[in-house]
C-alpha cells in the first residue's frame, strides 16, 4: 500500500508512542480503540487512542485492556531485499534498489472471540547502480506462530515510492492481522522480505 510522507509522520510518532511495547513491557495494559486500529489511518492525536489506563477507566468507558500483546520479530536473514536488472542475481553492479526494515512496534484489540494485531516496522529504500526514479513494490511476509503452529501467514505489497535515486526513501510498513482469541502466550508475528530467488 502506499505511503504519503504526511501518514508517514502520523505513523513514526505513533511507533514513538508505542515503543515500550515491544521492549520493557510486553505484558503491560495497553488499550486500543476498537473502532480503527491501523495506526496508517488515524486521524487527529494519536495518543487519543493509544493510552494506558487503569481497569477502573477500562470498565467506564468500555475499552478493550489487552495483557498480552505478541512480540513483532524481524526473521532472520530476512530483513533486506535487494531488486536486480535483467534477472541478473547477486551482481552489485546491476542493483536496482536495495530495502531493508528495522525497528518494529505493534498494538492489539481483543474481542471475545479475536486478537487483532497491527504490525509497525521502520523501512529504508536505497538505489542501486540500476536505480531509477519511481514507485516499487516491495514483499513482505507476515507470519503469526503460535509456538510451532503456524496461525497465519501472508504476503503483503508494500508499494514504496523512490523520487530521487541520490537519496534514501523512509517509510512505514503497518499490517493488520487478526486471529483467533485464544492463542497463548508464545505467539509471535514474523516479518520480513519475501526473497524468492530466481533458480
Keep these: 500500500m502506499s505511503v504519503l510522507v504526511s501518514r508517514g509522520v502520523v505513523a513514526v510518532s505513533l511507533m514513538m508512542l508505542l515503543a515500550g511495547c515491544n521492549s520493557s513491557d510486553p505484558g503491560g495494559d495497553l488499550v486500543v480503540s476498537t473502532v480503527n486500529t491501523d495506526p496508517m489511518k488515524a486521524t487527529g492525536d494519536p495518543a487519543t487512542r493509544y493510552r494506558r489506563v487503569?481497569?477502573?477507566?477500562?470498565?467506564?468507558?468500555g475499552a478493550v485492556v489487552q495483557g498480552f500483546c505478541p512480540t513483532v520479530i524481524l526473521r532472520d536473514g530476512t530483513a533486506f531485499?535487494?531488486?536486480?536488472?535483467?534477472?541478473?542475481?547477486?551482481?552489485?553492479?546491476?542493483?536496482?534498489?536495495?530495502?531493508?526494515?528495522?525497528?518494529?512496534?505493534?498494538?492489539?484489540?481483543?474481542?471475545?472471540?479475536?486478537?487483532?494485531?497491527?504490525?509497525?516496522?521502520?523501512?529504508?529504500?536505497?538505489?542501486?547502480?540500476?536505480?531509477?526514479?519511481?514507485?516499487?513494490?516491495?514483499?513482505?511476509?507476515?507470519?503469526?506462530l503460535d509456538g510451532d503452529n503456524e496461525v497465519s501467514s501472508q504476503v503483503v505489497q508494500q508499494a514504496v515510492s523512490l523520487t530521487d535515486v541520490n537519496?534514501?526513501?523512509?517509510?512505514?510498513?503497518?499490517?493488520?492481522?487478526?486471529?483467533?482469541?485464544?492463542?497463548?502466550?508464545?505467539?509471535?508475528?514474523?516479518?520480513?522480505?519475501?526473497n524468492n530467488k530466481k533458480k
Design 81 to 144: 531485499h535487494r531488486s536486480y536488472a535483467g534477472g541478473k542475481q547477486d551482481d552489485p553492479k546491476q542493483v536496482v534498489y536495495q530495502a531493508s526494515l528495522a525497528d518494529s512496534t505493534r498494538a492489539c484489540a481483543r474481542t471475545d472471540t479475536s486478537l487483532t494485531i497491527t504490525a509497525v516496522l521502520q523501512g529504508r529504500l536505497v538505489a542501486g547502480p540500476q536505480g531509477k526514479a519511481g514507485t516499487f513494490n516491495l514483499p513482505i511476509r507476515v507470519t503469526v
Design 167 to 194: 537519496q534514501p526513501t523512509q517509510f512505514v510498513f503497518s499490517n493488520q492481522v487478526t486471529v483467533p482469541g485464544d492463542v497463548s502466550g508464545a505467539t509471535r508475528v514474523y516479518v520480513g522480505f519475501e
Design 54 to 61: 487503569s481497569t477502573t477507566a477500562t470498565a467506564e468507558t
